[in-house]
T-cell receptor, first 115, second 116 residues
Framework: AQKVTQAQTEISVVEKEDVTLDCVYE???????LFWYKQPPSGELVFLIR??????QNEISGRYSWNFQKSTSSFNFTITASQVVDSAVYFC????????????FGTGTSLTVIP | DAGVIQSPRHEVTEMGQEVTLRCKPI?????LFWYRQTMMRGLELLIY????????DSGMPEDRFSAKMPNASFSTLKIQPSEPRDSAVYFC??????????????FGQGTRLTVV
C-alpha cells in the first residue's frame, strides 16, 4: 500500500531559525516519485520539488533543501533561515508506477514563522 | 499556459441545490484529478481521469457526486443535491505521464463551496 506520513502537525519557529519538515513514506513500487507542495494562507497548492526514486542526491534551492534517504523511506525538507513568508502548510506526496499514477498526500505540516 | 483553471472561485448555495464545479486542465496533460479539502479530513482524492476516462472514483463520497470529462480540456464535478457537509474547497489538478510515472500535479486555485 502507498502511504505518506507527516508526523509533525504544527511547527512554530522564530524567524531566521532553520526548520526541518519530516516525511516518511511506504510503497511497494520500485519506481516512484516524491513531491513537496506548499499551501500558503491564500490557499493555493504550489509545487516545490519532485524527486525520482532512483536519485538519492540531496537537492538545494536557495534556502530550501531536501534530503532523500531510501534506507529510511524518508524525504525531509529543510528551510534555512526561515522567513515569515515561509508560513504555510507543507504537504509531502508520493506517486508510484504500479498504483495508477495517482498521488498520495500526507496530512500536512503547518509551519508558522514568528517574526 | 495559464495553468489549471477552475470556476467558480467561490460558490454559496442552499441545501438541496445542484452545484457544478468546472475545471480546465493544462493543455497536454493526460491526467486530471479532483480533490476535496476540509479541516477535518484534509486533502481527499475524489476521482481521477486518464485521457478523459475515469480511472478511480472510489473517493467519491456518495451518489450525489458525479464527475465527467467530455474532452481533454474540460471536466466537471457535480453535486446534486448539495448538503451542508459538502462545504469544502474543491481542487482540480492535472499532470502528464512520463514513461511509467506521472510528473508533478499542478493545482487550480480551488473552488470554495459553502452549502447553507
Amino acid at each position: 500500500a502507498q502511504k505518506v506520513t507527516q508526523a509533525q502537525t504544527e511547527i512554530s519557529v522564530v524567524e531566521k531559525e532553520d526548520v526541518t519538515l519530516d516525511c516518511v513514506y511506504e510503497t511497494r513500487d520500485t519506481t516512484y516519485y516524491l513531491f513537496w507542495y506548499k499551501q500558503p494562507p491564500s490557499g493555493e497548492l504550489v509545487f516545490l520539488i519532485r524527486r525520482n526514486s532512483f536519485d538519492e542526491q540531496n537537492e538545494i534551492s536557495g534556502r530550501y533543501s531536501w534530503n532523500f534517504q531510501k534506507s529510511t523511506s524518508s524525504f525531509n525538507f529543510t528551510i534555512t533561515a526561515s522567513q515569515v513568508v515561509d508560513s504555510a502548510v507543507y504537504f509531502c506526496a508520493l506517486s508510484g508506477s504500479n498504483t495508477g499514477n495517482q498521488f498520495y498526500f500526507g496530512t500536512g505540516t503547518s509551519l508558522t514563522v514568528i517574526p | 499556459d495559464a495553468g489549471v483553471i477552475q470556476s467558480p472561485r467561490h460558490e454559496v448555495t442552499e441545501m438541496g441545490q445542484e452545484v457544478t464545479l468546472r475545471c480546465k486542465p493544462i493543455s497536454g496533460h493526460d491526467y486530471l484529478f479532483w480533490y476535496r479539502q476540509t479541516m477535518m479530513r484534509g486533502l481527499e482524492l475524489l476521482i481521477y481521469f486518464n485521457n478523459n476516462v475515469p480511472i478511480d472514483d472510489s473517493g467519491m463520497p456518495e451518489d450525489r457526486f458525479s464527475a465527467k470529462m467530455p474532452n481533454a480540456s474540460f471536466s466537471t464535478l457535480k453535486i446534486q443535491p448539495s448538503e451542508p457537509r459538502d462545504s469544502a474547497v474543491y481542487f482540480c489538478a492535472s499532470s502528464f505521464s512520463q514513461g511509467a510515472l506521472n510528473t508533478e500535479a499542478f493545482f487550480g486555485q480551488g473552488t470554495r463551496l459553502t452549502v447553507v
